[in-house]
């Protein structure tokens, strides 16, 4: 069966493609189109069947939590709960990151409960497994890796964060040039790793082919991690980071030779005014594809707090070129996060998408929130507790209040300005 971008490609839409120009307001024609130039991805396994979106420029900003196990903490019912919660409050995908427990019992749980796409790091699983059998991530057998990335592809996985540029050349470019926190992600630090031990180049990268022969064959949308990214706004921008970018832009055109969807993953921790360059930089050389960032955390002293952190560089990134937001929990740099953290970090997140989709103005956007404005001049409360991005919490600050069952807030009582504004229209004032 061929693929979304190779439908596309021949000019045949789909279920998939028409589903989505229903969902996003869109031309079904200039939706095939977009896919088929690659600024746009459906990533929807042939394996797994739910209600796909789709992700790419003049499309609404789409967001990803991720949940999934830990060593020192599994839990598959309280996995399922968060990815519950997550959708709830506007999750458009799930990751499952677990490294605890029976990985691929747990993996094929939420593929088969979750009603968006789910991605993966296949790395973990085979890391995970490794260390289980007291041997360290350099034993990794490269075969172990792509038999796991074939298990989850046909298991139903709709992408796949794959660490393809961390290659030999992009590592010596950041030894080169001196970075405070070194490598971050754990899939390009497990690279970096088997590389210098086993004095070899990242199977990833020499075996790509190999790779796109999996995706194809199940329509897995390739994620092309960022395994340099910066850990620490300091890094930055740094050499390292761009040359691995430029290697994710040759394997970007590479996937869309053989009709394979593909996005790129991007910083990281990076100051708010590099963003903006970063965005249209990555644009650039990945030649328009889909960009997916985590954050950007746009300070590094905020733990705790880091969902506001990457709610703030979100926005910035998603105004100039991202399209997929990886959310980030009050939980990030210091614990697994509970289900609360999941909450808030999908809301922090989608309230950047939003504030995003407003500036760059995407269909619907601009009507979601004149609804609102006008139930607040209406002092209509249950319009604006359905239009909130949390229902829930917007009820129930309201009923908690001194005021909860007047039309007026406990903060101006009687002197609310929407009642004295409308009193004077009524005199003609």
Known sequence: MPTQLQYAMSGKITPEMKA??????????????????????????????????????????????????????????????????????????????????????????????????????????????????????????????????????????????????????????????????????RGGAIIKRWMAQNNAENPLYEQYDRILDICEKHDVTISLGDGLRPGAGADATDRGQIAELLVLGELVDRARARGVQVMVEGPGHMPFDQIETNMRLMKRVCHEAPFYVLGPLTTDIAPGYDHITGAIGGTVAAIHGADFLCYVTPAEHLCLPNAEDVRNGVIASKIAAHSADLVNKVPGATEKDYTMSKARRDLNWETMYNQALDPDMARKRKQESESHDEDHCSMCGNLCAVKNDKESEKIGC
């Open 20 to 185: 989505v120009a229903n969902d996003e307001k869109a031309d079904v024609q200039w939706l095939c189109h977009e896919i088929a130039r690659g600024r746009i991805v459906i990533p929807k396994n042939t394996n797994h069947h739910f209600e796909p979106r789709a992700i790419g420029a003049g499309l609404t900003t789409k967001v990803n939590a991720n949940l999934g196990t830990s060593e020192k903490h599994c839990n598959l019912r309280e996995e399922l709960e968060k990815m519950n919660i997550a959708v709830k409050y506007g999750a458009d995908a799930i990751m499952d990151l677990s490294t605890g427990g029976d990985l691929r019992k747990i993996l094929q749980k939420i593929i088969e409960t979750s009603p968006v796409m789910v991605g993966t790091v296949p790395i973990y699983s085979v890391a995970t497994r490794l260390l289980a059998d007291e041997k360290n991530v350099a034993q990794l057998n490269p075969e172990e890796l792509f038999r796991e990335i074939e298990f989850q592809a046909k298991a139903g996985v709709d992408f796949m964060t794959l660490h393809c540029g961390v290659t030999r050349s992009t590592v010596s470019f950041m030894q080169k040039d001196e970075r405070v926190c070194g490598i971050v992600s």
